[in-house]
């Protein structure tokens, strides 16, 4: 006759020693699994300390992720509106400035993060990229460059500044210290007669160099989608305007 208490030691030497016969749960098997092979995900994470693995750190910096979900990924689409009452504009024929008119196809801009914080600014209609030279002048550039990055910057009232990543003003004769803090950004501005300025003479407190970005109205959609689909609307976009157009437009 079986005593209780050698069951009782029998089934504690059984759960220390394991069964060879026994077949694992399905819970078991992927634990097993996990700490074996691992997962993609934790292994993109492998070089942060074991720490727990945000979402965004896992998409490459190179255009699917990063710190902002948009970085590297399908452009915004909207309307940069200056606080002097002008949308910026992006011509065809390389000229940048500014419009009272509520829906321009020049006003509609694509902006895209090419790196952490920094943006490259399309006119969806011109082609051209929103870039500044060295003499801090605008200007719509038909190719992507080094002139075409800017720093964007989120203030008070959901407005934005962009100033040149490339160009700035650094103080001669000062400290490399000294530098740091008194080095003056250059800013995309558009003074109230919606011209743009000159860059070296913007700060981001003046009006003129803040934007609201607006989302597209149903209007700006369908001329974007008119574009698309259309080759005489978008020809008539791009061929250069006629003086009695120009006249007209004031701009």
Not at 107 to 112: D, G, K, N, V
Not at 119 to 131: D, E, H, Q
Not at 212 to 226: E, I, T, W
């Amino acid at each position: 006759m079986v005593t209780p208490w050698l069951v009782l030691l029998l089934s504690v030497f059984w759960r220390a020693s394991g069964s060879p016969g026994l077949v694992p749960t399905e819970g078991a098997a992927g634990e097993e699994e996990e700490e074996e092979g691992g997962s993609p995900e934790g292994a993109a994470c492998a070089g942060r300390g074991g720490q727990a693995c945000d979402p965004r750190w896992r998409r490459d910096a190179g255009g699917r992720g990063g710190v902002y979900e948009h970085l590297g990924g399908a452009p915004r689409r909207r309307k940069l509106y200056c606080a002097t009452k002008y949308h910026l504009q992006i011509h065809a024929n390389g000229k940048i400035n500014g419009t009272l008119e509520k829906n321009s196809v020049f006003s509609i801009l694509e902006i895209t993060a090419v790196d952490v914080g920094i943006v490259a600014i399309k006119g969806c209609f011109s082609g051209r990229y929103l870039a500044m030279n060295k003499r801090g002048r605008l200007y719509a550039s038909e190719t992507y460059n080094a002139e075409c990055e800017f720093v964007e910057r989120i203030h008070e009232l959901g407005y934005n500044t962009y100033a040149s990543r490339l160009y700035r003003t650094v103080p001669s004769g000062a400290s490399s210290r000294r530098k740091a803090s008194a080095e003056r950004l250059w800013y995309v501005s558009i003074n109230g007669k919606g011209r743009p300025r000159r860059s070296f003479k913007t700060r981001r407190t003046q009006k003129s160099s803040l934007f609201l970005p607006r989302v597209l109205d149903n209007k700006d959609h369908d001329m974007v989608r008119l574009f698309h689909t259309n080759a005489k609307f978008r020809e008539s976009l791009l061929k250069p305007p006629s003086k009695n157009q120009r006249r007209r437009r004031g701009h």
